[in-house]
Every structure is written in structure tokens, then in C-alpha cells.
């Protein structure tokens, strides 16, 4: 399978596995609201098994975002783990790693794209998304933590 890349300003945008900074990832996503103390062998496991991953990258300063897709790549996917680094936000990162997702080849065919959100319904608005008319039809489970 290819790499797919992209390029926004400075920063260079890829699917490729072996670029992404785990030990950063890890740091960012286990002080989110979303995946707070997250285990290390649970995010490795979430990312080796995602259907896609993306990362961006600057030359000087490494990994600033993180994204990534679980999806079966015909008909829906589920976006998670949208991440910019502090230091990175407010530069349209967080637009530009969502649309290479939505834009990847390899998704072209999905009718239904969800996630969830806490705080950046601006910046999933602003790419198509919307909030579920029928939230009524959803359900989810949960595992109870000891």
C-alpha cells in the first residue's frame, strides 16, 4: 500500500505509520478529556489497529497533529483522536488533517462519517459535518471499569 502525502504551508501531512511520534501521541492524548491516563499498550494496540492514521509534520519541531480513522472503507467510518499540539493551534492544522482524512483515495467510497466531540463542533461544521438529526436512533456501550 503507498504512502499518501500532502502538503499545507511548511508542515507535510502522511499516512505513513512509521512517522508517527508515539511517545508524543501518547503524551498528547493522555492529557485529552477524550482518552485521559490512556494506557501505552492501548494507544499502540488503537493505532496498529486503525484503518488509517495521519500525522503532521514540520521540519523543525516534528510531529504537531494527530488523527485517526476506523472505518471499513465502503460505507462508514468513525474519525477519532483529532489532536494538535498547543503550540501548533490556531493555524488550521486541525482542518487540514480532518479534510486529508476525508479527502484520502482510499476513502472515497464512505457514505457516513461520524465522531464526537466535547468542544470543536466549529471545526467539524466548517468540513460538512453536522449533528445528528436523530440522536435518538443511536446507542452505545460502555464498559464499566472496576
Known amino acids: 500500500m503507498s504512502v499518501h502525502v500532502a502538503q499545507f504551508d511548511s508542515f507535510k501531512i502522511t499516512d505513513d505509520r ?12 493522555a492529557s ?3 482518552a485521559k491516563d490512556i494506557p501505552t499498550w492501548q494507544l499502540r494496540s488503537s ?3 486503525s484503518s488509517l492514521v495521519a500525522g503532521v509534520y514540520h521540519p523543525e519541531f516534528g510531529q504537531c ?5 476506523v472505518t471499513d472503507f465502503a460505507r462508514f467510518a468513525y474519525l477519532m483522536d483529532v ?17 486529508f482524512l476525508l479527502d484520502h483515495p482510499r ?16 471545526l467539524y461544521e ?3 459535518f453536522a449533528r445528528e438529526p436523530n440522536p435518538e436512533r443511536w446507542m452505545v456501550k460502555r464498559r464499566q471499569h472496576l
Do not use: C
Not at 488550521?92 to 488533517?97: A, D, E, N, R
Not at 476513502?107 to 466549529?122: P, R, V
Open 18 to 29: 512509521q512517522r508517527i511520534d508515539f511517545l508524543r501521541v501518547h503524551g498528547w492524548l
Open 65 to 69: 497533529a494527530f488523527a485517526r480513522v
Open 107 to 122: 476513502m472515497s467510497d464512505i457514505d457516513s462519517w461520524a465522531l464526537a466531540t466535547q468542544d470543536a463542533h466549529g
Open 83 to 99: 489532536f494538535v499540539a498547543p503550540d501548533n493551534r490556531s493555524q488550521g492544522l486541525g482542518k487540514q488533517i480532518v479534510r
Open 32 to 34: 485529552s478529556y477524550w
Open 126 to 128: 466548517a468540513l460538512g
Open 47 to 49: 493505532i496498529e489497529n
